[in-house]
């Protein structure tokens, strides 16, 4: 089987029906689309953007499609690209927990443009995400860890072949141009962890959407590439990681869905802070707490909390988002930590400061993921403690409907007319009843 | 310093002037812009392109550049990803030996474009050029050849360094947006020898000169990266190699020109069959050989030609490129071993199939690369012998300049008419004199 990794992952994406999918993972499916739109929608005026719409906008094919949240038409690989980055730069889209995959982002870019271009129904449009999610989650699981201890930042790497795939299926791909698609995403598969922190960083999923999308356009065409892109002695899994496990691609396809799996982050930032500030924010509802009232805040966690947030001094709302000390501060003083409180101006805060500074955290290898153990000294000697056994967010403890609802509304408002967030908002609901696809992308147009 | 390993590099390609390059180094610039032209001219009538083209013109920009050996015009990204892989895709472009980069392509399919785009002088043009490839060719030693026995294809995962440090010379980026463009395009770094033939591997140039413009184009509009792409332990030289020395990168910079170690391949084939048959042809002119002549001809060559271009019965012009056995066949009977020699008609010739299999060859460790020894027994009992010690093309016995012309000519002429290929030829030469260096691109369209 180690020989037709790739073929029998083509072959499925090819085959598989709509009506195959249970009603749950296309549940999923759609709570993953809202959550991404959201996301979009809010970070879409990001400078990130700015800066990128000034660099490329130049070099832009026809007006096919929708920039989400913005007034600018491009051709459908920039749209592909610049969604791609939207919905990632708040770091506030979705996760697959078993990779710290950002699923949505390479997959929905892609393919929403597409709706724009060619005519694509909502229904077709949620099977090509869900399977796009099926082959990126897939191939992640079959080298994580290993990929990402190395330094890749998995949801580039893995996300690029998930766009290919569902772009794939909308265009019809046989399975020998499905292999290519995969091939030729495969063969552009990139993006290093050391760009977190800085602008690259949403323009990996931003990327992933463009080459997954020009992969499959070219594989429509014969464009060849290997057969064995995944499991050859010179292929992803064995150039890009140092262990892999190619039963993670083909085990129970069709059966296990990792879309099932998808998770949505309450908070702006790297999800490894989300114990730390789920138990901050209970304990400031709890008890009332103030920042002046507090002498010092005591954090165990697992050690990628200090490996990936771990900086002391954060100086931009970027910077903040990988401080859990920052991010701890920001949730006892306003009691959440959505985007605002990663705002530059909060991070510059004295208030903001002077608690953060008070925030120490210790790792220890027994601490799961998305476990935490706080303690918080306050002036008066009391000592409040809490342990977090699962964050909110975690598949342990989802955010329910109203939450996803509540998130996607408070990203798009400051973006969108409040009837034009709700039509949206309903258009992305019933996406699988919808006839044209392009409907969402119209509707999330400034 | 390696701590300072991306700024140090991008400060010398800030402050370098085209005063600071040795005429020397100069003149090989020259000589690889032409080299490069000529394949790409040759190259560019490929089914490669064609499906290229077919997939992604419906996405393509203003026409803002010329497609090499094409009427097509597309933006200057398209023009980059089109030159690069015309340039490419005969396997008969140039090669930094050290590294078995082919440094033109990235570089020069980035920066012609661009020309087309923005007032950018010949002299300019040489200038980014020769730049590029330093910084290409400078991290290729510092990771080879642990990057490309991993399964990397060198040429577009060093490439596009080089592509963004030429444009970002012509976009007169400061140092820091230099180190951002550096950044940008580390992050986007990518490509599989799997690849290896398929379209894809022609597509690893073009994609690295298209990458590179595009990080260039970003770094202008202050889009942020990580400061330490190369040295950084989730940076470059980590993530992709399991082995590297920093200094190959900063030692000597300005003093020691890895654009002046750049060589040219006399032969459409791999590097490690140009001995034997540059010895074949050398045997065929001193003694009039025919192949009817011919009893038996054996080689003796290093260990790497059986491994790479072993194939004893090609069925295919590609497949004829990875077999000596034809390759020494077509170089008695033609006297030649360029792009014609590897047709599919002259490949399944029956006589040049009659003398391919008359041909054995055994390797032996001690051989170097670019050593042949042949012995061709004819049927007249003659014995004749040839010890090739260093292969034409090699830096000890490189290309004349009326070899390069030739082979230009050679390349240029199935594609272009005889005075276009003249006017082409003269201006490549004249460059560093060129007050327009948009010329050069207007003179490749057909």
Known sequence: MTNEVTRTLARWVVDTKFSDIPADVRHSGTCSFLNWMGCAVGGSQHETLDRAIAALAPFSGPAQATIIGRKERFDIMHAALLNGMSSHVFDFDDTHLKTIIHPAGP?????????????????????????????????????YPAHYDIGWHITGTAGVFGAAAAVGKLL?????????????????????????GTMCKSFHPGNAAKNGLASAMLAKQNFTSSNRVLEAPRGFAHVMSTARNFDEITRDLGKVWEAALNSYKPFACGIVIHPSIDGCIQLRNEHGLKAEDIKKIDLVVDPLVLELTGKKTPQTGLEGKFSVYHSCAAAIIYGAAGEREYADTVVRDQRVITLRD??????????????????????????????VEHAIGSLERPMKQDQLIAKFDDLARDVLPAERVNALRELCWKIESLKDAAELARASAA
Not at 127 to 136: C, K, M, Q, Y
Not at 374 to 386: A, F, P, Q
């Open 358 to 387: 008070k925030v120490e955290a210790v790792a220890k290898e027994e601490i799961r993921e998305d476990e935490a153990y706080l303690t918080v000294t306050l002036n008066d000697g009391r000592v409040l403690k809490k342990h």
């Open 172 to 196: 019809k791909l046989n399975e020998q141009q499905m292999i290519w698609a995969l091939g030729i995403a495969g063969t552009q598969s990139s993006g290093f962890r050391e760009m977190f």
């Open 107 to 143: 997959i929905a870019s892609a393919i929403l443009p597409l709706a724009e271009y060619m005519p694509i129904s909502g229904a077709d449009l949620l099977h090509a995400f869900i399977l796009g999610i099926e082959v990126e989650c897939r191939i992640g699981n079959a080298v």
